[in-house]
Each structure stands twice: as structure tokens, then as C-alpha cells.
């Protein structure tokens, strides 16, 4: 049983540009959250989704990001126009059940806007 | 605005000896709390979790949780080298899925 997919794990964008960032949770898992973590800070909630539904998007900025978690693929955040304030590692969990306790992390996609 | 504080180290202690980990929290509605250790570069790994006051003891490690207090804390015994890591603490203040987690305490186990 793979653990959580997330790719890529490096990802270089021109302010302006688009990062679209994907992952793929255990077999099983239908609850996927997301976090951002800034250089020496921890991580912040952005948004929690379940399959096809946006259940808790209060972390995430209202202009430039989305996200989503189709019925068929990974769930995808997506980050447009963006600037160099949006450098960070952004990880993202799963869950079979809504219990942080059952959730497991992916490796993290690590975003460099230059 | 609900937080979690951790001293952001490095704590050094050489091999052998008790690590303690200490991060307080601004809710006194938390339910419960959870100890990650971050290798650097590497994604968080849930070491503990502690929702009733008192000890939890899971091996080498400790967890501590005093509401009345709002403090967390977690002892790591005979540390090694391989504990050198980033803890996280984390507290589920909002809700049962969204986690607020404090800077994290870069621990440096010295040989």
C-alpha cells in the first residue's frame, strides 16, 4: 500500500505563472487536507476536502489558490499568478476517517517562485 | 486569534540523556494533541497523541498534558543521534480535522 503521492516534489515558477500541485492519497482514504509551511514555520491548515466536495477552505487565500479532489484522480491545489511570497512547502494528508490520528502525510511539494 | 507556542531551539543534549519538548496552546477548548517529528526536508510523522490530562507512554517517548495549565509537553528518553529532528506540536482547536501546529523545536542529539 503506497503511502501519499505528491507530485512533483520540486517545482520552479516565474511570478505570473501557474503551479498546479497534485495528490494522490492511500488506497482507501477519501478525506485529503492540505498545508502550507513557510521556511522555519510550521504548517498551516488551507483547506479539507472529501471526494468531489470542498469541506473547510478557510485557510486558503480567497484570490489565486483552488483547490479540488475529483471523483476520478488526485486532488489538485492550484496557485495562479504567483508571487514570491508563495514559496513554501506545501504537504498534503489523507485519511480513511475524519481523525488527525489516522492521517499520514505525503513528502510535500517544495514551491520556488522566482 | 488560537495558537500554539514552541520554543524554537535548538535544544542540544547529548546521547543518553532526556530530551524535553514544551509548547503551550491559547485554547481551553482543545480536545487533544499530537506530537510530529519532521526530519529536515521530510514530511511530519505522528510520534504521540495525548487528550487526557496527565502521562502517556509509548516506548522511549512521554507525552504530558496539564489543561489547567494549557501546556504539552514531550520527553524523549536514552536520545540518539537519530532523534536529531524538528517536533511539532499540535493541538485540534476548530475542529476534529484541522490541526494548528506550533514552529516546531529543532532538537540536536550530540554523539
Known amino acids: 500500500n503506497a503511502g501519499v503521492m505528491q507530485n512533483p516534489r520540486h517545482l520552479v515558477r516565474r511570478r505570473g505563472q501557474e503551479a498546479r500541485l497534485r495528490c494522490s492519497p492511500m488506497?482507501?482514504?477519501?478525506?485529503v487536507y492540505w498545508y502550507r509551511q513557510l521556511p522555519e514555520e510550521g504548517l498551516k491548515f488551507m483547506v479539507y476536502l472529501q471526494k468531489e466536495n470542498i469541506i473547510d477552505e478557510s485557510g486558503m487565500p480567497k484570490e489565486r489558490f483552488s483547490a479540488e479532489f475529483p471523483k476520478e484522480g488526485p486532488s489538485i491545489l492550484r496557485i495562479q499568478q504567483v508571487v514570491r511570497g508563495d514559496s513554501a512547502a506545501y504537504f498534503c494528508?489523507?485519511?480513511?476517517?475524519?481523525?488527525?490520528?489516522?492521517?499520514?502525510f505525503g513528502q510535500g511539494t517544495r514551491l520556488t517562485v522566482v | 486569534q488560537k495558537e500554539v507556542e514552541q520554543n524554537s531551539g535548538p535544544l542540544s543534549v547529548p546521547e543518553g540523556a532526556i530530551a524535553s519538548l514544551n509548547c503551550t496552546y491559547s485554547?481551553?477548548?482543545?480536545?487533544?494533541f499530537f506530537w510530529y517529528r519532521q526530519y529536515s526536508g521530510k514530511s511530519p510523522e505522528l510520534i504521540m497523541f495525548i487528550y487526557s490530562n496527565g502521562d502517556k507512554e509509548d516506548g522511549r517517548f512521554t507525552a504530558q498534558l496539564n489543561k489547567a495549565s494549557q501546556y504539552v509537553s514531550l520527553l524523549i528518553r536514552d536520545s540518539q543521534p537519530s532523534d536529531s529532528a524538528t517536533y511539532l506540536c499540535?493541538?485540534?482547536?476548530?475542529?476534529?480535522?484541522?490541526?494548528?501546529f506550533g514552529s516546531g523545536t529543532r532538537l540536536l542529539v550530540r554523539p
Open positions: 499540535a493541538g485540534d482547536m476548530d475542529s476534529s480535522y484541522k490541526l494548528i
Open positions: 488506497k482507501g482514504h477519501s478525506h
Open positions: 485554547d481551553r477548548g482543545s480536545q487533544s
Open positions: 494528508a489523507s485519511s480513511p476517517v475524519v481523525q488527525p490520528t489516522e492521517a499520514f
